[in-house]
């Protein structure tokens, strides 16, 4: 029984961890969209600023 729930844990765990790092993953992918997104803003604010 306690081996079991062992195993039944793991695989809770498990999953929980391959949730974090796939909303992990799509954390830094924003992230990195929106700090493209302000640099061709802040390229667009200089260029129209001429």
Known sequence: MQL???HANHDI???NEQEMTEKTNVKLRMK?????LLAKLKA??????V
């Not at 667009?44 to 600023?49: A, G, P, R, T, V």
């Open 32 to 36: 990195s969209r929106m700090e493209n």
């Open 4 to 6: 079991r729930e062992f």
């Open 44 to 49: 667009y604010k200089n260029y129209s600023d």
């Open 13 to 15: 765990n498990k999953n």
